[in-house]
């Protein structure tokens, strides 16, 4: 029999990434999703198609075949799935998460009345920080320690929207770029590491958790921010990055988080943060993706959260007494996100925030959104340099007109 693996979240990462690697390892994926509609589809169809877009424009079908469904309502279903799984995963956002803990609960209490003393590892490609913890303050007594293992991950993959008028015809494809490493916490397995080729075992999972949100989402929230300040006609994240001053100032940002990262990891050398910011630029250069401003920049409350990819790797500098004027550039432009969706709306939340920056001003923000407080000193720096920059650019505008 092949090894199974129950996947939580039949979502664009879960479908495009996980389930491809696995599928194609011999792994038998039964999704576990709320969407009745999904479940129904993949139990009928068994398998569907990743369309691969890249960069000259070509396209490449993968067929991913051998998968079911249940539905996560069907709490004995899910159960008897994860009780006689070999491994299980994660892709459904911070949000949901303890909600799929619960599940995950009640799977190994039946687990342990199955297969007494057989450890079950949970692969959570989130993309938060505190993953493991969040699942594991849910499970709580439901596994000792050698029962369970909470192998984070940082998840590198871009997976862009498919077009409406593509899932009208066929609702399960997704689209992702060639980009296929599953980056896992090597600590975190109780059980064998899995033998899927595109797994890349680290022994220091946070400095990679870091690496891909200070610099991977740093650098693509620059060509978003800095592409709509530039050009607010522009919509493709690959047009904008082709605007000489949104390439220059993302480049810039991302180096300067990334000798953060590398002041802050020894695991995580210059040399390779400086491969992997070129290589990032390269990869966000894809225009098949179509990725969008939009939807790169939306979501300012969370973008400009304290521990999230501008402020934090602000905070992560300013430790380091590293400078970081270009990411506060950065930040400053975030300040004026007006970018719209396909009808030519806003995201309301971004609006706010923006009509914050104009009445109340950039350190209202800092300080309300952003949570930093001058009593802490490398707050302090954080703000202090971020109101620096503003002021120049203020002086910079006298001085054009």
């Given at each position: 029999m092949s090894p199974r693996l129950v996947l939580f979240g039949a979502g664009n990462i879960g479908r495009s990434f996980i389930a491809q690697l696995f599928a194609a390892a011999g792994y038998e994926v039964v999704f576990v999703d709320i969407n009745e509609r999904v479940v129904g589809d993949l139990n009928r169809r068994r398998g569907y198609e990743v369309i691969i877009r890249h960069p000259d424009g070509t396209d490449e079908t993968v067929p991913v075949t051998g998968v079911r469904a249940v539905s996560a309502a069907d709490e004995q279903a899910v159960s008897s799935e994860v009780a006689e799984a070999?491994?299980?995963?994660?892709?459904?956002?911070a949000g949901a998460l303890p909600s799929v803990a619960k599940l995950i609960r009640a799977g190994l209490l039946?687990?342990?009345?199955?297969?007494?003393?057989?450890?079950?590892?949970?692969i959570l490609a989130e993309n938060v920080r505190d993953a493991a913890a969040i699942v594991r303050g849910v499970v709580g007594e439901a596994a000792q320690d050698a029962e369970i293992g909470l192998v984070q991950?940082?998840?590198?993959?871009?997976v862009p929207i498919v077009p409406s008028e593509v899932t009208a015809r066929d609702p399960l494809v997704v689209f992702a770029e060639p980009y296929n490493t599953l980056i896992v916490d090597a600590k975190g397995f109780r059980g064998e590491l899995p033998e899927v080729p595109q797994i890349k075992a680290v022994e220091d999972i946070r400095a990679y958790v870091?690496?891909?949100?200070f610099l991977h989402n740093l650098g693509h929230a620059a060509v978003a921010y800095l592409g709509h300040r530039t050009d607010p006609a522009v919509t493709l994240i690959a047009d904008a990055l082709a605007l000489e001053p949104v390439r220059g100032g993302a480049t810039r940002a991302m180096t300067e988080s990334a000798s953060a990262l590398a002041h802050a990891y020894a695991s995580l050398s210059l040399t390779g943060l400086h491969e992997h910011r070129d290589d990032l630029l390269a990869r966000f250069a894809n225009r098949a993706l179509g990725d969008t401003v939009y939807r790169v920049g939306r979501d300012l409350p969370r973008k400009l959260a304290r521990d999230d990819r501008l402020v934090g790797a602000m905070l992560l500098a300013?430790?380091?007494?590293?400078?970081?004027?270009?990411?506060?550039?950065?930040?400053?432009?975030?300040l004026g996100f007006a970018a719209t969706d396909e009808a030519g709306d806003r995201f309301p939340p971004d609006e706010r925030i923006v009509r914050l920056a104009d009445s109340d001003g950039v350190e209202a923000v800092l300080?309300?959104?952003?949570?930093?407080?001058?009593?802490?000193?490398?707050?302090?720096r954080v703000i202090a340099a971020v109101l620096a920059?503003?002021?120049?650019?203020?002086d910079s505008g006298m001085r054009d007109q």
């Open positions: 070999r491994l299980a995963a994660t892709a459904v956002g039946e687990r342990r009345r199955r297969r007494p003393g057989e450890p079950l590892d949970v991950t940082s998840i590198g993959k871009m870091d690496r891909k949100l300013a430790r380091a007494r590293l400078p970081f004027d270009g990411i506060a550039e950065v930040y400053l432009a975030s300080t309300t959104v952003s949570g930093l407080g001058g009593d802490d000193p490398v707050d302090g920059r503003a002021e120049k650019e203020v």
